[in-house]
Protein backbone atom coordinates (compact mmCIF):
# COMPACT_ATOMS: atom_id res chain seq x y z
CA UNK A 1 0.00 0.00 0.00
CA UNK A 2 1.01 3.42 -0.81
CA UNK A 3 2.37 5.28 2.09
CA UNK A 4 3.27 8.49 1.01
CA UNK A 5 1.06 11.73 0.10
CA UNK A 6 1.81 11.70 -3.59
CA UNK A 7 1.14 8.28 -3.48
CA UNK A 8 -1.60 8.16 -1.97
CA UNK A 9 -2.78 11.25 -3.84
CA UNK A 10 -2.26 9.08 -7.25
CA UNK A 11 -3.88 6.21 -6.13
CA UNK A 12 -7.36 8.59 -5.92
CA UNK A 13 -6.37 9.89 -9.50
CA UNK A 14 -6.36 7.20 -10.84
CA UNK A 15 -9.70 5.73 -9.58
CA UNK A 16 -11.59 8.55 -10.54
CA UNK A 17 -9.79 8.71 -13.99
CA UNK A 18 -10.25 4.61 -14.36
CA UNK A 19 -13.80 5.45 -13.66
CA UNK A 20 -14.48 7.69 -15.65
CA UNK A 21 -12.39 5.58 -18.55
CA UNK A 22 -14.29 2.69 -17.83
CA UNK A 23 -17.53 4.60 -18.42
CA UNK A 24 -16.74 6.58 -21.83
CA UNK A 25 -15.50 2.99 -23.05
CA UNK A 26 -18.91 1.79 -22.26
CA UNK A 27 -20.66 4.97 -23.77
CA UNK A 28 -18.78 4.18 -26.81
CA UNK A 29 -19.46 0.38 -27.27
CA UNK A 30 -23.01 0.93 -26.67
CA UNK A 31 -23.39 3.61 -29.64
CA UNK A 32 -21.32 1.41 -32.05
CA UNK A 33 -23.99 -1.54 -30.96
CA UNK A 34 -26.69 0.34 -31.69
CA UNK A 35 -25.45 1.75 -35.22
CA UNK A 36 -24.44 -1.65 -36.20
CA UNK A 37 -27.83 -3.26 -35.20
CA UNK A 38 -29.46 -0.73 -37.18
CA UNK A 39 -27.30 -1.54 -40.10
CA UNK A 40 -28.37 -4.79 -39.98
CA UNK A 41 -31.71 -4.93 -39.09
CA UNK A 42 -31.28 -2.75 -42.98
CA UNK A 43 -33.08 0.19 -41.32
CA UNK A 44 -30.79 2.75 -43.52
CA UNK A 45 -33.01 5.78 -41.76
CA UNK A 46 -32.55 5.15 -38.24
CA UNK A 47 -28.39 4.36 -38.75
CA UNK A 48 -27.92 7.65 -41.00
CA UNK A 49 -29.93 9.02 -38.15
CA UNK A 50 -27.32 7.54 -35.72
CA UNK A 51 -24.44 8.53 -37.39
CA UNK A 52 -23.58 11.80 -36.52
CA UNK A 53 -24.00 11.14 -32.98
CA UNK A 54 -21.60 7.82 -33.53
CA UNK A 55 -18.88 9.73 -34.79
CA UNK A 56 -18.78 12.24 -32.17
CA UNK A 57 -18.48 9.79 -29.14
CA UNK A 58 -15.88 8.22 -31.82
CA UNK A 59 -13.74 11.16 -32.08
CA UNK A 60 -13.98 11.97 -28.62
CA UNK A 61 -12.94 8.79 -27.65
CA UNK A 62 -9.86 8.80 -29.57
CA UNK A 63 -9.19 12.48 -28.87
CA UNK A 64 -9.25 11.13 -24.84
CA UNK A 65 -7.46 8.11 -25.28
CA UNK A 66 -10.09 5.60 -24.97
CA UNK A 67 -9.07 4.29 -28.42
CA UNK A 68 -6.10 5.14 -30.81
CA UNK A 69 -6.26 7.28 -33.74
CA UNK A 70 -6.47 4.58 -35.79
CA UNK A 71 -8.74 2.73 -34.55
CA UNK A 72 -11.25 5.51 -34.60
CA UNK A 73 -10.59 6.03 -38.29
CA UNK A 74 -10.71 2.09 -38.79
CA UNK A 75 -14.68 2.46 -36.69
CA UNK A 76 -15.99 5.26 -38.49
CA UNK A 77 -14.77 3.48 -42.33
CA UNK A 78 -16.32 0.16 -42.04
CA UNK A 79 -19.34 1.93 -40.76
CA UNK A 80 -19.55 4.33 -43.67
CA UNK A 81 -18.83 1.21 -45.84
CA UNK A 82 -21.04 -0.94 -44.70
CA UNK A 83 -23.91 1.83 -44.67
CA UNK A 84 -23.23 2.75 -48.51
CA UNK A 85 -23.71 -0.81 -49.19
CA UNK A 86 -27.14 -0.87 -47.32
CA UNK A 87 -28.43 2.60 -48.80
CA UNK A 88 -27.07 1.79 -52.26
CA UNK A 89 -29.14 -1.47 -52.39
Not at 1 to 7: G, I, Q
Not at 35 to 43: L, P
Amino acid sequence: MANTFSALKRVRQTERRTAFNRMRKTRLRHQLRAIRRAIEQKDANRAQALLPQTFSIVDRSARLGIIKKNTAARYKSRIVKRLRALTAA
